[in-house]
């Protein structure tokens, strides 16, 4: 039972070059989320999904696009990588909006 | 003002002996719930325990407790008879509702525990 899983683990960008990370559950969770975490600010939602088809904006989802072709599978993508989105991005997901949040283990991105 | 308030950056604790780490929260809402997750060196988000509003037991999982006080706003983790494997951040959230059919977790910024041998 993998649970959620996150590819790539590790990724160093140039500025303004573009990437997707992928994340996949396999607990046939509805709800699907991506928070970024940086130093002293805890973990910060990017954007989530509430089933296949429809993703939302979370709190900082400027610079970010998703998107939730397959239930088990939520994509996020940075169109022109910044220095500012140097981070480790989390993926989580649940079985309803109010339920545990489960995670991945990260993806450590770098802009340089 | 924040919705989750960790007041202790780093803690130290010696092995076996019982922790507590603080977390408090603001919220107007009637129903909401709190969640305390771990966080190793390696980097994953592990989940530890969960109280809901309307709970009236403290929630216990093995060695962790949730302290909940409601009138103070307060969901401490309680670890007890710590082991060198507790040496983490924790991270304190709250779901609260966000409107339609969503809700939405809101992290603390972290309490660093060290175990110390």
């Known amino acids: 039972n993998a649970g959620v899983t996150q590819t790539p683990k590790f990724r160093v960008l140039k500025t303004g070059q573009s990437m997707t990370l992928l994340c996949a559950q396999d607990?046939?969770?509805?709800?699907m989320y991506w928070y970024r975490q940086d130093p002293g600010m805890g973990l910060r939602l990017i954007h989530y999904?509430?089933?296949?088809?429809?993703?939302a904006k979370g709190e900082v989802p400027d610079g970010y696009n998703v998107s939730r072709l397959k239930k088990q599978n939520f994509l996020l993508g940075l169109e022109s990588a910044a220095p500012s989105q140097t981070s480790v991005y989390f993926c989580?997901?649940?079985?309803?909006?109010?339920?545990?949040?489960?995670f991945g283990p990260g993806t450590r991105l770098t802009v340089l | 003002a924040q919705k989750i308030t960790q007041t202790q950056p780093g803690m130290f604790v010696q092995e076996k002996e019982a922790v507590t780490l603080d977390c408090t929260y603001d919220?107007?809402?009637?129903?909401?719930?709190l969640f305390w997750y771990k966080q190793p060196s390696s980097g994953e988000m592990i989940f530890l325990i969960y109280?809901?509003?309307?709970?009236?037991q403290n929630a216990t999982e093995g060695r962790y407790s949730l302290n909940f006080q409601k009138a103070r706003k307060s969901a401490n983790l309680v670890i007890s008879a710590s082991q060198l494997g507790d040496s983490a951040m924790y991270f304190c959230?709250?779901?609260?509702?966000?409107?339609?059919?969503?809700?939405?977790?809101?992290f603390g910024k972290g309490t660093l525990l060290t175990v110390n041998p």
């Open positions: 989580a997901s649940s079985y309803n909006s109010g339920s545990t949040q489960y």
């Open positions: 607990m046939n969770h509805e709800y």
């Open positions: 999904s509430v089933g296949e088809g429809t993703t």
């Open positions: 919220t107007s809402d009637q129903s909401y719930g």
């Open positions: 109280q809901g509003s309307y709970d009236e």
């Open positions: 959230a709250m779901r609260e509702y966000s409107g339609g059919s969503n809700y939405k977790l809101t």
